[in-house]
């Protein structure tokens, strides 16, 4: 009789139990400390989507083999004394996964037994939202290929891989020969449209244990595993290179590019993600120059890298990771008046323990290198914003003047690296002014042209640096739209004494008077100097005569006195 009314009282508590669990919105299970089903809410057959009982079964074997570890440590943990877990797994069901966060908590049943309580609450939605911002965050939105970021994190997997097995890999730097004119001539759309059958092409070219990487316009980088000789390396970029030879039949157009590819293998070429990528890139430059859609493999003896420039080429790559590099800024003055209209740019490096390297010894390596371009990029992006600040400070408008190399001149980013430097510091497009070289518009007039229209477009000046001491033919001046023209110190240091320098001076203040260029005087050190440009029509005065490279904080000190002395000079 005791047991009959015990037997009972145990089924009205397990019923009354049950009851609160269906009333609840959650998917409810009752489990036995071994996880297995007592008991299962209507509500959780719903979403689980089995028409029969789950009673009996075993929790663990309905969620997704991936998640059998996390879900029996999270009922073996629930089970300990005075414990509780909780944990999101994917349950199987016959439509997509389900995702379930679980909340699995102890407690006696009504004869004292001990039993596990699962509450579990759909996230589906909210876990598929937070895949899709990690997706975006790691991938590039055009191609659907992994982004820089992501990149860099296989580099640092395959490298840390490499360490431990020894075995080696490759990186593959790659970019479309005749893209830029492909863009140019048909627009945007064509050109996305072209970028993505190209990445798929790309993808299907290489093995399921590689990566391929977007890094930005339309170049492309990588990872090859356990490819360490140019065999290895020549067999994925003859595939490459064949299935970009191939028409593409685009929005109406036959359209044909190639791919020129540069090849650098861990640890021979570089032990860590900036020289492997940088050596790959000098690798694909090399490709191009040497007739395109073939690729390079990365050696120091193939590219006469000599034995002394060794150590400081690795000490480079160290600077760049460590931030060894700083900008200084020269005032550049009215001749009228003196009065600071800009500034210089020029990029130093001050390596610990050996001082100021002088920029001619690093400047060449890192155009060899490629390191020019991620250098290039920093200083453009870090002068147009320092120029703001010194702005806040005076309250009036500068410009700044920064130089541009030839290799990063022909990167495809260029334009994109100079509108984020704009977009970051707030400058007007007119504030910034590009000094290229006369050998850079020869090299190749028409892409030349092409990159210098682009620019006058948004605004952007163009100086032509050491005027005078390039090619001879003046044909370009008539061709390009330049801006400014700077002359260079070799016919300024002997002023005026010199009759030879004096009249290629004065010929070039009045070419460019007459082509209403405007005018800048480097190397200016003494005061004969700059008295003989002033007198002559050169509109502005670079030198350590009006004032030497200087610190950001350097130049807020002088600022400021300016703005002293034209107080006092106006009172």
């Not at 009959?4 to 009333?23: I, V």
């Not at 007007?428 to 477009?457: C, F, K, V, W």
């Amino acid at each position: 009789m005791f047991s009959l009314r015990r037997d009972r009282s145990d089924l009205l508590a397990a019923e009354g139990l049950n009851s609160l669990m269906e009333a609840a919105g959650d998917a409810v299970f009752r489990l036995n400390r071994h996880g297995e089903i007592l008991y299962a809410s209507k509500r959780a057959i719903e979403l689980i989507g089995q028409e029969a009982s789950l009673v009996g079964q075993s929790l663990q074997g309905l969620v997704s083999s991936a998640d059998h570890t996390a879900i029996g440590n999270a009922i073996a943990q629930a089970a300990e004394p005075g414990q509780r877990s909780r944990v999101n797994i994917r349950f199987r069901t016959l439509a997509a996964p389900l995702w379930m966060e679980l909340r699995i908590v102890a407690y006696a049943n009504a004869r004292g037994e001990h039993e596990l309580l699962a509450v579990g609450r759909d996230i589906s939605g909210q876990q598929a939202t937070e895949e899709r911002l990690r997706h975006m965050a790691t991938h590039d939105g055009l191609t659907g290929l992994p982004n820089r970021s992501l990149l860099s994190d296989r580099i640092r997997m395959a490298i840390a891989h490499s360490k431990r097995t020894g075995k080696g890999f490759s990186l593959i730097a790659l970019d479309l020969d005749g893209f830029k004119k492909v863009n140019d001539a048909l627009g945007h759309p064509v050109g996305d449209a072209l970028l993505r059958v190209a990445a798929m092409r790309l993808y299907d070219s290489l093995r399921d244990v590689d990566t391929l990487a977007r890094v930005g316009g339309d170049e492309f980088v990588a990872v090859l595993p356990g490819a360490t000789t140019e065999q290895e390396i020549q067999t994925v970029a003859r595939r490459m290179i064949s299935t970009m030879q191939l028409p593409f039949e685009i929005h109406g157009h036959t359209l044909y590019v190639g791919t020129s590819i540069g090849a650098a293998v861990f640890p021979e070429h570089g032990d860590s993600e900036v020289k492997l990528l940088a050596h790959a890139d000098t690798a694909m430059y090399r490709a191009k120059e040497t007739g395109k859609g073939r690729c390079v493999v990365f050696s120091p003896e193939k590219f006469n890298q000599p034995e002394h420039d060794v150590s400081l080429e690795a000490a480079m790559f160290q600077a760049v990771r460590d931030g060894e590099f700083l900008l200084h800024y020269q005032p550049i003055v009215d001749a009228r008046t003196r009065r600071i209209m800009g500034f210089e740019a020029l990029m130093r490096w001050l390596r610990p323990g050996h001082g100021m390297v002088p920029p001619a010894q690093f400047i060449p390596m890192a155009e060899s290198n490629g390191l020019i371009n991620l250098l290039g990029a920093w200083a453009l992006k870090a002068a147009c914003v320092q120029i703001k600040r010194f702005e806040e400070v005076a309250g009036r408008q500068f410009y700044v003047s920064v130089n541009v190399s030839p290799r990063q001149f022909r990167n495809d980013q260029f334009l994109d690296v100079m509108d984020e430097a704009i977009r970051l510091s707030g400058l007007q497009g007119r504030q910034l002014l590009l000094e290229i070289t006369e050998g850079i518009l020869m090299a190749d007039p028409e892409h030349a042209e092409a990159i210098l229209n682009s620019m006058i477009a948004r605004d952007v000046r163009i100086a032509i640096d050491d005027f005078g001491t390039g090619y001879s033919s003046l044909a370009y001046l008539k061709r390009f739209p330049i801006a400014t023209l700077k002359i260079d110190r070799a016919f300024i240091k002997d002023l005026p004494s010199s009759v030879k320098d004096a009249a290629i001076c004065n010929v070039v203040l009045s070419l460019a008077s007459h082509l209403n260029l405007s005018t800048v005087a480097e190397g200016v050190e003494k005061e004969e100097q700059f008295a003989f440009l002033a007198e002559h029509g050169c509109g502005l005065i670079q030198g350590y005569l009006t004032g030497r490279p200087l610190l950001p904080e350097e130049v807020l000190t002088l600022l400021k006195e300016e703005a002293s002395a034209e107080q006092q000079a106006a009172s």
